[in-house]
């Protein structure tokens, strides 16, 4: 299976909250899915910053 990065755009990437470690987003995705009631919040590096952001898109595995 490989693994389909997760692309974003320069200008979704600025108005995007950043974290600077893998640990703060999986802090800040508990957080915010607990206190929506929510659970499919995920964290991915950017491709654009380099660093993490949240996202609510479904991650894309494609297996060849």
């Given at each position: 299976m490989?693994?389909?990065?997760q692309l974003t755009s320069p200008g979704?990437?600025?108005k995007k909250h950043t974290y600077y470690s893998?640990?703060?987003a999986t802090?800040?995705?508990r957080?915010?899915?607990k206190a929506a009631g929510i659970n499919y919040l995920r964290k991915y590096r950017c491709?654009?910053?380099?660093?993490?952001?949240?996202t609510t898109e479904r991650k894309i595995d494609n297996e060849t």
């Open positions: 490989s693994k389909i990065p979704t990437c600025k893998s640990e703060a802090r800040a995705k957080r915010r899915n491709n654009e910053c380099d660093l993490w952001h949240l």
